[in-house]
């Protein structure tokens, strides 16, 4: 059956690749990007179930008129997907409060922004399904990046709470988490890197910093098969809370839930002896 999709970031990357894959399974989509020329550049053949808005999601107003503009046009909103972000390289004590701020104010707030501009159209219509793109980094971070794991955590934060405050009303939510995959992420038109401006932390953040460069353009990952998973979800009858995508992901989330089953048992006495 045919959707109405909301798709944020939509000029590049996987947000283009969702979009596009939306599009061939027949389904009506609002692509919106900061600027909605470059959407319209990213599919040159301008599809009539393609609306190309303008939607920067630190911006509220500017959301709230592309979701009017979508209802106007297609009817409805049935899927919404949070997939505007960027990652910032930066051992925690070198990131300089203004990039912090910035990266929260897409990452986070851009994410609260969206949502605050298409919950009220899904719950009116007792249907719909909030797709929140995270990262392996939001479940289980590294040194050099904690404050995009931070981000991330944040979105899977609110979007387990979201599930529980939704699904009375019928809206789905799912968390998605994909590991490297071969868009711009790790490009300098995307990725922010603050100097290394403490020695200190060549050690424990220095790996990091080079790796993520190094693999720009080498990322296992398939945007295009990224984009189909994730749209496979919106078909099933029920969702679920959490999408890995990528072997890098499973290893790394496999490897996370280990240490922290590890660390439970051999610690749980001391939690155990501090109730009255
Ligand atoms: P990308 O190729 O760099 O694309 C990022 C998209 O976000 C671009 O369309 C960009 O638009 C948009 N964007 C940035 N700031 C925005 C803002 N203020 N308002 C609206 N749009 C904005 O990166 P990607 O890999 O597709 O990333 C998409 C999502 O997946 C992100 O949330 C990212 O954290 C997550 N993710 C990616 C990977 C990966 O390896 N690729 C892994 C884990 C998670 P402009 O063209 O206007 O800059």
Known sequence: MSKVFFVTGASRGLGAEIVRAALERGHQVA????????????????????????????????LRAA????????????????NAGYGLVGAVEEVSDEAARDLFEVNVFGVIN????????????????????SSVGGFATAPGVGLYGATKFAVEALSEALQGELAPLGVRVTIVEPGGFRTDFLNPASLRTEPAT??????????????MGANDGKQAGDPVKAANAIIDVTEVAEPPLRLQLGADAIARIEAKLDLVRRELEQWKHVALATDL
Request: hydrophobic content about 45%; aromatic content about 4%; glycine content about 4%.
């Open 67 to 82: 979701v009017e503009a979508t209802v106007e046009r297609f009817g409805r909103l049935d899927v919404v997907v949070n």
């Open 198 to 211: 403490i020695a200190d932390y060549e050690a424990g953040a220095g790996p990091v910093r080079q790796s």
């Open 31 to 62: 692509a919106t990007a900061r600027d909605a020329a470059a959407v319209a550049k990213a599919y040159p053949e301008e599809p009539a179930n393609l609306l190309a808005l303008t939607a920067d999601v630190t911006d509220p107003a500017q």
């Open 114 to 133: 969206t949502l605050k501009a298409t919950l009220p159209v899904l719950r009116a219509q007792r249907s719909g399904h909030v797709l929140n793109l």
